[in-house]
C-alpha cells in the first residue's frame, strides 16, 4: 500500500483524532480512506445523475396532459403516505 503524507493545521488534525475516537475507525488512516471512499462513490453518483440529465434533455418532448398531471399527483401522495406510515 503506498503511503501519502499530509499536513493539516492543528484544528484540522484535532478534528481527524475526535472523529477517530468518536467513530468506528481504527486509526486516522481508516478515516481518510472512509473520506476518500465516500468522494468517489459521490463522484460516480453525481457523473451518473448528469448522464440522466443530458438523456433527458435529448430526449422527445410532448406536452403534459392533464392525465399526466394527475397520475404524478396520484404517485405523489401515495410516497408522502408511505413516508408518513413508514
Same mark, same amino acid.
Given at each position: 500500500m503506498a503511503r501519502l503524507? +499530509? #499536513?493539516? #493545521? !492543528?484544528? =484540522? &488534525?484535532e478534528f481527524v483524532q475526535d472523529q477517530v475516537t468518536r467513530g468506528n475507525y481504527?486509526? +486516522? #488512516? !481508516?478515516? @481518510? $480512506? *472512509? /473520506? @476518500? $471512499?465516500r468522494a468517489q462513490e459521490e463522484q460516480v453518483e453525481q457523473e451518473r445523475l448528469e448522464a440522466l440529465l443530458v438523456e433527458g434533455l435529448n430526449s422527445p418532448a #410532448? *406536452? =403534459?396532459? =392533464?392525465?399526466d398531471w394527475q397520475e404524478i399527483r $396520484?404517485?405523489? /401522495?401515495? $410516497? /408522502?403516505?408511505? &413516508?408518513k406510515s413508514g
Open positions: 503524507n +499530509v #499536513s493539516l #493545521s !492543528d484544528a =484540522m &488534525r481504527g486509526t +486516522v #488512516s !481508516d478515516y @481518510i $480512506r *472512509e /473520506l @476518500i $471512499r #410532448s *406536452e =403534459m396532459t =392533464m392525465t $396520484r404517485e405523489g /401522495l401515495e $410516497r /408522502l403516505a408511505a &413516508r
